[in-house]
């Protein structure tokens, strides 16, 4: 690479919009191109995270919020290049020395928020360089991954400068990622707009959506009634056009934060147990194979000896109604037989209860073996109730399993709800 020579040098640069504007915008104008582009479908880029203000988080932090806004590009921009991130540099100068970088300097860039820097050779772009500024004068600006509203967001400035590297010019469209200022606190540029689209479709060709991966649900367990809010990580996650289901059913409040992470609402489910969760770009799906979990009950802590041991029970659809727990142990050193009359049809099949030949076991150190098996649901269709374990002799290699069953009005066929059997080993 040492034989180049550029033949120009090529500057565009992101203004701190601190007036507002008090002209409306006409949008009939669109993207602008520079006359410079990528010769081919992707390009390499490299990443000084040397960002010194604390709002801007630790260098794996900065890291994530730059390839996020690169990853953008093709995600959201479905044109056919992607940047691919090639790992950290400690590089922090404009030359055209064959390294695409992305840092920070620690001074006045007199006017702009970044600046993206390129070189070109018959309309052909060689190399990239983008500068973030400390300050102008009279304003110190302070980078972060979350600003607030006087801080300005490194994500989506970022964004801004990758597209002037890949060949955009300022748009017109005040909405767009391309438009020449970006106020403080604004995340808005870190989501490319249909213009930002149409402008890198025109450069590269329509590549259409990639197809979505989830590598993990964060908080992957959840009760029946769903309702919690979780966060997936994956990659291909478009800023908008992204659905998402548990087991066949909508998420709600689909949110995007990355082109690899996107928080929802989980929705209800009929039965309890794992369940596949998608993610869907128009035709394109991908699949995490029993990602999440359904519970109706769960532990609420490891199992621990000289402890009440609490498991926490809902039900929705039967709240107020009469509930019975089951409690099984096993792991050889406590024997097992049975609580119920196993002919009585409302003992479902649970394995066995042992819990009398754990008082037999161990009366003289059980002063409580269960507390509160049967009752009523509460209002919101849930109850907490526990088992205290001794603290000695030792139980290690204890496994309890807990069934639990709900609306039993004294007939069989008043279950309502029988729980999948749950277990906690010490
Ligand atoms: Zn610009």
Not at 94 to 123: E, R
Not at 180 to 203: E, K, N, Y
Not at 262 to 268: F, L, R
Request: proline share 5%; aromatic share 10%.
């Amino acid at each position: 690479m040492k034989s180049h020579i550029p033949t120009s040098l090529l500057v565009c640069t992101t203004i701190a919009l601190f007036l507002l504007a008090a002209v409306p915008f006409e949008e009939a104008a669109a993207y602008g191109t520079t006359g410079s582009k990528f010769a081919s479908s992707s390009t390499t880029f490299r990443i000084n995270p040397n960002f010194v203000d604390a709002s801007a988080g630790s260098a794996s932090t900065q890291v994530d919020a730059i390839r996020a806004a690169a990853d953008e590009w093709r995600t959201t921009g479905q044109g056919n290049f992607a940047y691919t991130y090639g790992g950290e540099t400690s590089v922090a100068t404009i030359a055209a020395d064959g390294v695409n970088t992305v840092y920070y300097s620690h001074t006045d860039g007199n006017g702009p928020l970044a600046v993206c820097y390129w070189w070109s050779l018959g309309g052909i772009t060689t190399n990239f360089d983008i500068v973030f500024f400390d300050r102008m004068p009279g304003w110190d600006f302070i980078w972060a991954r979350t600003p607030t509203a006087s801080q300005f967001d490194m994500q989506g400035v970022a964004c801004h400068e990758l597209g002037h590297a890949l060949g955009l010019d300022h748009s017109a469209v005040s909405g767009a990622t391309m438009y020449a200022t970006v106020s403080a606190g604004s995340m808005a540029t870190r989501s490319v707009h249909t213009d930002d689209c149409a402008g890198m479709q025109f450069l590269y060709g329509n590549a259409g959506p990639l197809t979505p991966t989830i590598a993990q649900v964060g908080s992957n367990h959840a009760f029946l009634d769903g309702g919690t809010s979780v966060t997936l990580t994956g990659s291909g996650f478009p800023s908008t056009g992204v659905s998402v289901k548990f087991n066949g059913s909508s998420a709600t409040n689909v949110a995007w934060v990355t082109p690899s992470q996107i928080t929802c609402i989980v929705p209800s489910s009929g039965v309890a147990g794992a369940v596949n969760v998608t993610a869907s770009v128009g035709a394109q799906t991908g699949t995490l194979a029993q990602g999440f979990t359904y519970d109706n009950c769960r532990f609420a802590n490891a199992l621990q000896q000289g402890s009440w041991n609490w498991v926490q029970c809902r039900a929705p659809g039967d709240a107020g109604k009469p509930f019975l727990a089951m409690l099984s142990f096993t792991g050889g050193i406590i024997p097992v037989a049975s609580i119920g009359a196993p002919s009585d049809p409302r003992i479902i099949g649970l394995g066995y209860d042992d819990i009398l030949s754990t008082v037999v076991l161990y009366g003289s150190q059980l002063p409580q073996w269960l507390n509160n098996p049967l009752g009523l649901l509460d209002a919101s269709a849930n109850t907490t109730f526990g088992f205290w374990l001794p603290p000695s002799p030792s139980l290690a290699g204890l496994t309890a399993r807990v069934g639990f069953l709900t609306g039993d009005a004294g007939a069989p066929s008043g279950i309502q709800t029988v729980s999948g059997i749950i277990s906690a080993g010490l």
